[in-house]
């Protein structure tokens, strides 16, 4: 089992629509949790972080963490074409803290 | 500020050559990483360093060396080149966010091919 999961995609979605994106991680102890935006030939960017259970929202994008199913997802609102990118989930190494793991990607593609 | 930045943007080499990847960054982080990026395979930690001094590795450390040389720069050594070396490598530097979350920032990355 890989310690950070996340579907490849590409998960394709009409603009103005909802887009979830999910990641499952296996280290328990983990605290912090990521989602860097990665552009084709681009650096990831940080674009959102969470670390207690429930949401957390940051204009159109929103957090959600549940520690015990072990499950980080982020919802982007009003999907823009703009938003296509890859959308790495990462997540802290228990006992580590400035360790990330990261999962192989997610790519959305929103289509006007 | 230039935030991190790496040298070379891009580099070919022939399988057993050596070479030097360079990073730096402006501002004023105490832990740097170089990571290497495969398609379908994200972001693998090579070796990162908490402080100025000290060097540690991660999850694919074989292949590679690193000097952290003062608290700007970490560079990133391929004493003898193999093809499956091929990837876009990313150098990063982190800051605290807040409690315990650290946001990690990363330089262009250099694209390396090994033939």
């Known amino acids: 089992q890989k310690e950070v999961e996340q579907n490849s995609g590409p998960l394709s979605v009409p603009e103005g629509a909802i887009a979830s994106l999910n990641c499952t991680y296996s280290d328990r102890g983990s605290q912090s949790f990521f989602w860097y935006r990665q552009y084709s030939g681009k650096s990831p960017e940080l674009i959102m972080f969470i670390y207690s259970n429930g949401d957390k929202e940051d204009g159109r994008f929103t957090a959600q963490l549940n520690k015990a199913s072990q499950y980080v997802s982020l919802l982007i609102r009003d999907s823009q074409p703009s938003d296509s990118a890859t959308y790495l989930c990462?997540?802290?190494?228990?006992?580590?803290?400035?360790?990330?793991?990261f999962g192989a990607g997610t790519r959305l593609a929103v289509h006007p | 500020n230039a935030g991190v930045t790496q040298t070379p943007k891009f580099q070919v080499l022939k399988t057993g050559q050596s070479m030097t990847l360079q990073c730096a960054q402006d501002?004023?982080?105490?832990?740097m990483y170089w990571y290497r990026q495969d398609p379908g395979m994200g972001l693998r930690l090579i070796y990162y360093?908490?402080?100025?001094?000290?060097?540690d590795k991660g999850e694919v450390p074989n292949g590679y060396n690193v000097s952290r040389l003062n608290k700007r720069e970490f560079s990133l050594r391929l004493e003898s080149a193999a093809p499956s070396q091929t990837s876009v490598y990313f150098c990063?530097?982190?800051?605290?966010?807040?409690?315990?979350?650290?946001?990690?920032?990363f330089g262009p990355g250099t694209r390396l091919t090994v033939t």
């Open positions: 501002m004023n982080h105490n832990s």
């Open positions: 990063a530097s982190s800051d605290l966010i807040t409690g315990h979350t650290y946001e990690q920032y």
């Open positions: 990462a997540v802290n190494k228990s006992g580590g803290y400035n360790k990330l793991i």
């Open positions: 360093s908490a402080s100025e001094g000290t060097t």
